[in-house]
């Protein structure tokens, strides 16, 4: 393999990368913003409505509003709704301060993956630039191999955390998170109790379905796109 074939296939395995990362992050928010009446059932199927004493209708009220300030379309998590029969705000200031961590956490996803965008697009241009007729060759080998890969870790982290969700969850907290404001106390804090651990075991295995699927998909287009540009080129 001659420098400039090197080179190339270096910046399709890059972008292969950042297409993949982007796809991670969009496989979460099609978990939490896209899927019809996912909150829903997952507030029926454990039951919150009960523990929070609140009617279903006013909690997905709340639902939306938090998940509109967590990607930047509301301004702050001052919700008033009606908790018991009574009209209050549903978060208390520790609650209100972890959220905005989580924001920034979101915010940051969403601009990362435009970053990954813009890398990718420059990437396949400067291939483009080099390889012309092979460009979709260099960037379905670069998928072939970054997916597989990929698949292969993703797999395996997902059995290592399978086995004790708990402990893992509480360590991606302390990696992105500097301070205690994640630890809740559920007879204090309502949002412990409206999305408790079995909802983010439930939206975890989604996302991973989600990014899992597209993987998948796109391992086998590539799979098949090189071997038959290898038969039409020997």
Known sequence: MNRLKFLDMTAGTICAAALILA?????????????????EHEYRKYQVTEDVNMEMDDLLQ???????????????????????????????????????????????????????????????????????????????????????????????????????????FTIFHQIFFDNDLWILNPATDLLINIVPEPFFMDTALYIGLVFGIFLLIVLVVSTVYCRKYRRCHI
Do not use: C
């Open 23 to 39: 796809w991670l992050i969009t496989s979460v928010e099609v978990v939490a913003y896209w899927i019809p009446g996912y909150y």
């Open 62 to 168: 709340v639902t939306e509003e938090m998940m509109a300030y967590l990607r930047g379309d509301r301004e702050d998590l001052h919700v008033m709704t009606t908790v018991g029969g009574e009209s209050r705000e549903f978060f208390n200031e520790r609650e209100i301060a972890h959220m905005e961590d989580v924001r920034g956490l979101f915010i940051g996803g969403m601009g990362l993956r435009t970053g990954a965008l813009i890398l990718a697009a420059v990437l396949i241009v400067l291939i483009a630039l080099h390889r012309r007729k092979e460009t979709l060759y260099v960037l379905a080998r670069s998928f072939q191999i970054g997916s597989a890969i990929i698949a292969a870790a993703a797999l395996i982290l997902g059995l290592i955390m399978s086995t004790d969700f708990t402990r893992y």
